[in-house]
């Protein structure tokens, strides 16, 4: 079982800046993809930006040249900088970790953090 804890969320207005953490515990592989997805409200989860233990990233077309996401395989834990926030870019943000075991695919997620930004 993996256990994900994310902090860094808040309330700032448009411009802004905010970095979300994500320490990820438990049995993690060594090869695994951690990432950011988000959900607003009456809309599905969609990706934010993933990044796997050997550092390729992808990011949402939204986001690309505002967002950065970093991580520290030492202490698995994936980072979002997140500047020159919008008001669209309110929602809940769920670290996610993806990994392989056998032949399956096990995803974990965290319990999200809200990222409110004011106009």
């Known amino acids: 079982q993996v256990h994900l804890v994310e902090s860094g969320g808040g309330l700032v207005q448009a411009g802004g800046s905010l970095r979300l953490s994500c320490a990820a515990s438990?049995?993690?592989?060594?090869?695994?993809?951690m990432g950011w997805y988000r959900q607003a409200p009456e809309t599905e989860r969609e990706l934010v930006a993933d990044?796997?233990?050997?550092?390729?990233?992808n990011y949402a077309d939204s986001v690309k040249g505002r967002f950065t996401i970093s991580r520290d395989n030492a202490k698995n834990t994936v980072y979002l900088q997140m500047n020159s926030l919008k008001p669209e870019d309110t929602a809940d943000y769920y670290c996610?970790?993806?990994?392989?075991?056998?032949?399956?695919?096990?995803?974990?997620w965290g319990q999200g953090t809200q990222v409110t930004v004011s106009s």
């Open positions: 438990g049995s993690i592989s060594r090869v695994n993809t």
């Open positions: 996610n970790l993806l990994q392989v075991g056998g032949q399956h695919e096990y995803k974990y």
């Open positions: 990044i796997t233990t050997r550092g390729s990233i």
